[in-house]
């Protein structure tokens, strides 16, 4: 099974949704292919508070086990510029990389660009000769660093080059892709309609196309008579104002379905060229004058000045803003998943819940994946993926799969999809870091049996919000419980353990495996419910005279009364265990450091009605080393570390109890 991460700024964006398409449609008959997409925002960015984390999802599809990597990079131009997003990408340098819309200076990595000269060549004639333009402007995106604003723009200049015409620096103009900006710098620049001393202007986009006409129209100039106004992009918003914009169709779901056919290719072995160039084509409608204004058709004069119309997918595609949620079933299911954001659930009560609305939202199966311990993550900190994650639920309504809590652990640097559920499993997939705030829990899965991923991309959010808000709301039950339930639980550890290959032979406590074992489990329950307690470590002194003394049965049974003393003078509910010859642990979960005189006394007096019981030749004696833990600080409890600190503190009672001989 191939596995193909696609990495997107925003899926609220008709261009990435357009390339989205594209792949989708290629990939939609492979019965070897998953592809996974990612809704990445910019790294730090300051939209959304904490929009940041979404950057998160970039690691993941970088992992070991995914193949290949396509970058939308087209979708990041307003907010990063290529060669920043290059650079942030360079670490990644080992996996295959196909970027589309611009070369992303990844030694190795492939890419996919407009060749968009002749089409401003042929736009620049057109209206020089048919509508008798000299004097043409441009609005550019420069500033943001975008490599297909540079190129559209020098696209521009050949075009008024070879049409000899001349380029006036005074009449070009910069923004971001974006109407608001586009209309607020022509209101800067012409305060008055008598100020505008251009025929024409040529955008970067759409959106910035429809900025300037939006200003010129509300200056009281008339669109297309005073001036022609061309945009690029040939997007939904060109075809839904008025006048119906003029524009340049760069291809965008044939350079989707390239990127796909490309990688597919790529991973079946095939060499592939490392630039792709996709054509562009004028589509001459009412802002330029080409369409009366009176012509409500959704139709364009071609560069070969013929009458076209949209073909099928481009009418499916601007369709599709209404059609996800045009069944009540969909709609009820959002609200429904908003109420469960807004109510308090424990996430058994929510898997329990999630599959009839997975049914109604259209997406076959969610998977939710928690790491062992959520991770903080401020902004503008690297965000380091940690290794160790465990699957929460996988509510697959196709294959029946209802698994909550299956038992299943994994490290997602190497492989965020686990195999019990992904192999085999061919189609579109959307992956998304699950936070809340500075809290990072893990990532969710979503399969999609449809390309409509903007509609998807909200049933998504609202998931996670939910998951975070139940994630929060069950851990707090933990955190509430009393001790006693904690103990219950443990218990209930204990009986499943092995005792066979847990169990001291000799003493019938917990051997070493045992102890460290149910000794970590101990400490991760305590750190759910923010407790403290204290571990204890302790040396039974003299054991070698013993032996040497009166033979090694003797020291058997001063090692059993040992392990006697120990649990006699703990709780029924404290952990102990024998971790070599003479050396024993224990862990008391809520015991504070202030009763160890008491538990010392306690040892001492039980060594010597022992001792008088079983009639030794010698006083039983043992050395203590104890430790107090705070687990409500929020770190990873270590048993290991634990250990290590009792141990020096053992170590300087053994030296004073020496030092007293």
Same mark, same amino acid.
């Given at each position: 099974m191939k596995k193909i991460g696609v990495l997107v700024h925003a899926l609220t964006v008709e261009y990435a949704l357009e390339v989205l398409n594209g792949i989708f449609a290629y990939f939609s008959d492979k019965q070897d292919v998953q592809f996974f997409v990612a809704q990445t925002k910019e790294p730090n960015t300051d939209t959304g508070y904490y929009e940041y984390q979404s950057w998160n999802g970039v690691s993941l599809l970088f992992a070991t086990d995914v193949d290949l990597v396509i970058v939308i990079t087209g979708s990041y131009s307003s907010t990063v510029s290529t060669d920043n997003l290059g650079k942030i990408l360079m670490s990644f340098r080992e996996k295959p990389i196909i970027s589309v819309g611009a070369d992303l200076k990844i030694p190795g990595s492939s890419y996919i660009i407009t060749e968009c000269d002749s089409a401003y060549e042929n736009v620049v004639h057109h209206l020089k000769e048919k509508h008798g333009c000299k004097k043409i402007a441009y609005f550019a995106a420069n500033k943001t660093g975008s490599k297909e604003s *540079? !190129?559209?723009?020098? =696209?521009?200049?050949k075009g008024l080059e070879k049409n000899k015409l001349k380029f006036y620096p005074e009449l070009v103009y910069d923004g971001d892709f974006s109407l608001n900006v586009a209309y607020k710098v022509l209101e800067k620049k012409y305060p008055k309609k008598e100020d505008v001393n251009f025929d024409a202007i040529l955008c970067v986009n759409d959106l910035t196309a429809l900025g300037c006409q939006k200003y010129l129209i509300d200056l009281g100039l008339n669109v297309p008579e005073a001036v022609k106004i061309i945009g690029f992009d040939d997007s939904t918003y060109a075809t839904q104002s008025h006048p119906r914009l003029s524009t340049m169709n760069q291809n965008i779901y044939i350079q989707g379905k390239i990127a796909a056919e490309l990688a597919y290719k790529k991973l079946n072995g095939e060499v592939i060229p490392a630039v792709t160039s996709v054509p562009v084509e004028p589509l001459y409608k009412q802002s330029c004058g080409c369409i009366p204004l009176e012509n409500n058709d959704d139709i364009y004069i071609n560069s070969d000045d013929k009458l076209g119309r949209p073909n099928d997918y481009t009418n499916s595609l601007r369709k599709m803003s209404g059609q996800y949620l045009n069944t009540l079933s969909s709609i009820e299911s959002l609200y429904r +998943?908003?109420?469960? =954001?807004?109510?308090?659930e424990t996430l058994h009560h929510f898997a329990n819940t999630l599959d009839k609305i997975l049914v109604a939202l259209d997406i076959p199966s969610c998977l939710v994946c928690f790491y062992k311990k959520p991770v903080m993550h401020e902004q503008g900190k690297e965000f380091i993926l940690p290794r160790n994650a465990y699957v929460a639920m996988m509510i697959d309504t196709e294959r029946k799969v209802h698994d909550y809590d299956p038992g299943i652990e994994f490290n997602p640097t190497k492989s965020p999809f686990p195999p019990e559920y992904f192999n085999g499993y061919p189609g579109s997939f959307m992956l998304h870091p699950l936070f809340s705030g500075r809290k990072n829990y893990g990532y969710i899965v979503c399969k999609l049996k449809t390309s409509n991923y903007s509609m998807h991309s909200v049933s998504v959010k609202i998931l996670i919000n939910t998951i975070a808000s139940n994630y929060e709301y069950t851990r707090s039950l933990t955190k509430n419980k009393s001790l006693s339930k904690i103990n219950i639980a443990l218990q209930q550890s204990n009986s499943n353990l092995d005792l066979q290959s847990k169990t001291d032979e000799l003493t019938g406590?917990?051997? $070493? $495996?045992?102890? !460290?074992? *149910?000794?970590?489990?101990t400490l991760n329950l305590a750190a759910e419910a923010g407790k403290h307690g204290v571990l204890y470590f302790a040396d039974l002194d003299g054991l070698k005279k013993i032996n040497d003394t009166y033979g090694h049965d003797m020291g058997d049974e001063a090692i059993k009364a040992a392990a006697h003393v120990f649990s006699q003078a703990l709780r029924s509910n404290d952990i102990v265990g024998r971790l070599s010859g003479d050396e024993f642990a224990s862990i008391a979960i809520g015991m504070k450091l202030t009763h160890e005189r008491k538990f010392?006394?306690? %040892?001492? /007096?039980?060594? #010597? !009605?022992? #001792?008088?019981?079983?009639k030794f030749p010698f006083t039983l /004696? %043992? /050395? +203590?080393? =104890?430790?107090?833990?705070?687990?409500?600080?929020?770190?990873e409890p270590s048993l290991s570390e634990l250990l290590s600190l009792a141990d020096e503190k053992l170590y300087i009672e053994k030296r004073r109890k020496h030092a007293k001989k």
């Open positions: *540079l !190129m559209r723009f020098e =696209a521009f200049k +998943l908003l109420d469960l =954001a807004q109510t308090s406590i917990l051997n $070493r $495996r045992g102890f !460290m074992e *149910l000794g970590q489990k010392r006394d306690k %040892v001492k /007096s039980l060594c #010597s !009605m022992i #001792s008088k019981d079983k /004696s %043992v /050395s +203590l080393g =104890a430790i107090e833990f705070d687990l409500q600080d929020n770190k």
